[in-house]
């Protein structure tokens, strides 16, 4: 993951939220504080629904049963138990344990969905969940059980059990789950001098009523993703050096009769990086090939729609964190609560949907560029990128990595959100799944981020022999931007001269993606940020 300098503190105001603000606290452990404004506004919610509890006022999920029992009525003396009994029966998930960026994460998109006002918390419940946060506790939640309507019920169940003293908790200051130790809930809490959470009237309801692990997922995919761009920007102008390829399909006159913003930026991108290259300027004029394949001439066509959608994607998700997703919601101002649906995930599950595709074209067409590196007949390049073929086999098999993981990704892209099953009773007939689009869309991003580190590491190797003049023996640099990022990674992995383990390359490669140290090579040698 790229990790950008954490921001001194994001306050929580139900408003203001970014994605990059809920990856500084989820994975850089940026510190938490809750905006007085927000106090108020609880304040004035909770006070109303005190106000209806003591009257007999039939509000759902406060003096009511939850779901198919909506039409039970629940006694005052019975009201607290009926809360608590709701986490217990919710709590109910399955399989592996959701990594602790993503429990982080949620915990703070509910705190903020919370810190609106109008679910009628205590602003002592949105306190408990920023303590977690700045003591660095993160809820053990499995990561299976959501069908993405009503909420993530059953994961935000289990977060809120951790909060009560039970269940089980990482504690410490990193997402590496190695380096956390595992404690009881209980004891975690009387480590860091709390006392575990008693609910009250709608609280456990309004905790657990909302699309937080769908979108903490999302929060962390979309920022990463916007990264992720500039780097197969970046990796893409390094094959088309490697590969001698032209730079006027990137013209911006071609891209200006096709105005889509992602395209245009892309062709800008590309342009910079390859600025002044000697390697370009050696096959200028005696090139015979009058164009290049899709793969190196439609970049800008290829990624930029990937961006666009990307950029919608954005806009979704920082819409819903800063949206309120409870129900029933209260409008303290006029006096009422009204049921709804604001808790249905079907805007993030369709978002996370197109964002898994978005990102598959990406390593789509860097596995194809990938093979064009290695394929001799195609490249001109020794084969599979090493001098000594037959006794190596140099980077072959690199590329079968990379399309195995885009086969992956295919399968992974097909739409969840066109699923639905219904649940209690059929009151909730319909669902959004959004809980697995964005799992889905979690391990797509992963996946891309493997093959474009491949793609990055062939197109060094094929540098290295597209860089030495055939006629004079001559060592050519490549543009100020692609030569930078040369150097950079064969600081960090030398020439393939004779087999070694390639996974320890790849590996390698991934860590300098992951770090965006990249794109800051690439931006500090072009002398301007990349679009």
Not at 439 to 457: C, D, G, H, P, S
Not at 507 to 518: D, F, M, P, R, Y
């Amino acid at each position: 993951m790229v990790k950008s300098k954490p921001t001194d503190f994001v306050l929580v105001d139900g408003e203001t939220l970014t994605p990059e603000d809920v990856f500084d606290v989820a994975v850089n452990f940026a510190e938490v504080k809750l905006s007085h404004d927000a106090i108020l506004k609880m304040e004035k919610s909770r006070k109303l629904v005190e106000k209806w509890v003591e009257s007999g006022e039939t509000i759902y999920g406060v003096t009511t049963g939850f779901g198919d029992f909506a039409m039970v009525r629940i006694e005052k003396d019975k009201i607290e138990k009926l809360q608590r009994n709701l986490i217990y029966s919710h709590s109910a998930g399955a399989g592996e344990s959701l990594p602790p960026e993503v429990v982080r994460a949620m915990m703070l998109l509910r705190a903020n969905a919370l810190a609106k006002g109008y679910s009628g918390v205590r602003p002592e419940i949105v306190d408990f969940l920023l303590k977690f946060l700045n003591n660095g506790i993160m809820p053990i939640v499995p990561s299976q059980g959501s069908v993405g309507s009503s909420g993530d019920l059953v994961q935000l169940a289990h977060l809120v059990l951790a909060m009560m003293g039970e269940g089980e908790v990482w504690v410490g200051k990193s997402i590496n789950v190695e380096k956390l130790k595992r404690f009881p809930s209980r004891s975690a809490l009387k480590k860091f001098g709390l006392k575990p959470l008693k609910l009250s009237a709608k609280e456990g309801l309004a905790l657990i009523n909302g699309t937080q692990m769908m979108t903490a997922y999302a929060c962390l995919i979309v920022k990463q993703a916007k990264e992720l761009c500039k780097i197969a920007d970046i990796a893409a102008s390094l094959s088309i050096e490697a590969l001698k390829g032209t730079d006027r399909a990137f013209d911006e006159r071609i891209h200006k009769l096709r105005p889509y913003q992602g395209q245009q930026k892309v062709a800008r991108n590309i342009l910079r990086m390859m600025r002044n290259s000697e390697i370009r300027l050696s096959h200028l004029y005696d090139d015979p090939r009058v164009q290049d394949a899709y793969s190196l001439r439609c970049v800008p066509q290829i990624h930029g729609a990937s961006r666009d959608a990307i950029d919608y994607v954005y806009n979704i998700v920082s819409i819903e964190i800063n949206s309120a997703t409870d129900n029933p919601l209260i409008f303290p101002d006029d006096g009422e609560h009204l049921e709804g649906g604001n808790f249905h995930g079907q805007p993030i599950a369709l978002a996370m949907d197109f964002m898994a595709i978005a990102l598959s074209e990406l390593a789509n067409v860097s596995e194809r560029r990938i093979e064009r590196l290695v394929n001799s007949q195609l490249s001109g390049l020794p084969k599979f990128l090493t001098k000594i073929g037959g006794l190596n086999s140099g980077l072959m098999i690199a590329q079968y990595t990379a399309a195995s993981l885009v086969s992956e990704n295919k399968v992974l892209s097909h739409p969840a959100s066109v699923d639905s099953i219904p649940t209690s009773a059929n009151q909730e007939d319909h669902n959004s799944m959004g809980s697995i689009s964005a799992q889905k869309a979690y391990r797509v991003l992963k996946n891309v981020q493997t093959v474009l580190a491949i793609e990055i590491m062939c197109a060094v190797q094929g540098i290295d022999f597209a860089r030495v003049d055939e006629k004079t023996g001559k060592i050519m640099r490549c543009g100020v931007g692609t030569q930078a990022v040369y150097e950079f990674v064969r600081k960090h992995i030398k020439h393939l001269d004779e087999d070694r383990i390639l996974h320890k390359d790849i590996i390698k490669a991934l860590e300098l993606v992951k770090s965006g140290e990249i794109i800051k090579v690439a931006e500090e040698a072009i002398g301007e940020k990349l679009e």
